[in-house]
């Protein structure tokens, strides 16, 4: 695999340009979006949110944004990905071009924007009083398992709306489950230890729960939490790739 990316790497850079570009065309801020548009949100969940759900939690501008980061940072790269095939059906359906190309420059351009958006997010840390210490370093490992299990998903389902275009429909409804379900602007405390043990069946949930551990909490999670974070990343992965191999020859037939 690194080997094709290396061979067709002036085509890779090339789409995550146009990907980026493609984005923010014909506006007025351009990149200033990608920083905007998160803390907009931040603004309407915060004063809808805080008096509801707010009051026994500390922190809770960053609390709330933690969660908003990771969420936003997911859906931009799956549905980005979903279409990656599709898309791009008139490039590879004349050169022969690995096709998770595409896919990957989805996720690069998703992964600059949620850079873009942690500079931010550091900034509101530090406004709201949180201490930063050397185990913020440890966030890396979120975000790389995050990344992974975009990537994954990606695969899933671009693979799937290229059969299936009701994909799309069916995804969105998704998210907003998935979003209410990640306790993205309550805590999951007031409910009980098995329901809580539910919790850590969403993938989502569970990389939001890491950053929150180390910014908030100021603690690394443990070794157990950091193979199931690293397991549901690969979990993604490994399906993902199996659906590439498995249609790699059909999806010719159905852009």
């Given at each position: 695999m690194l080997k094709k990316l290396k061979k067709n790497q002036f085509l890779f850079e090339e789409l995550v340009k146009r990907d980026f570009k493609k984005k923010y065309k014909r506006t007025v801020l351009g990149m200033i979006w990608s920083m905007?548009?998160?803390?907009?949100?931040?603004?309407?969940?915060?004063?809808?949110?805080?008096?509801f759900f707010g009051r026994n939690i500390d922190h809770f501008v960053i609390y709330l944004f933690s969660g908003n980061i990771v969420m936003a940072f997911y859906k931009e790269s799956t549905k980005g990905g979903m279409?990656?095939?599709t898309s791009n059906a008139s490039i590879f359906t004349?050169?022969?071009?690995?096709?998770?190309?595409?896919?990957f420059s989805k996720n690069v351009s998703a992964l600059i924007n949620f850079g873009l958006i942690l500079i931010i997010y550091f900034m509101f840390v530090a406004i709201d009083g949180v201490?930063?210490?050397?185990?913020?370093?440890?966030?890396?490992?979120p975000v790389v398992?995050?990344?992974?299990?975009?990537?994954?998903?990606?695969?899933?389902l671009s693979a799937l709306y290229v059969f299936f275009r009701d994909m799309e429909y069916l995804y969105d409804i998704f998210l907003t489950l998935l979003t209410y379900l990640s306790a993205i602007f309550y805590s999951i405390d007031r409910f009980s230890a098995e329901v809580q043990r539910y919790f850590l069946l969403n993938p989502v949930y569970v990389i939001i729960k890491y950053f929150r551990t180390i910014v908030l909490d100021g603690n690394i999670p443990s070794i157990q939490y950091n193979m199931l974070c690293v397991g549901y990343a690969l979990l993604f992965l490994g399906v993902g790739c199996f659906?590439?191999?498995?249609?790699?020859?059909?999806?010719?037939y159905y852009v």
């Open positions: 905007l548009s998160p803390l907009l949100n931040l603004l309407v969940m915060d004063l809808v949110f805080s008096h279409k990656a095939l004349k050169i022969n071009v690995p096709k998770y190309l595409f896919l201490s930063f210490h050397p185990r913020f370093v440890m966030l890396i490992i398992c995050l990344v992974i299990m975009n990537i994954g998903v990606g695969m899933i659906f590439y191999k498995h249609y790699n020859q059909r999806f010719l």
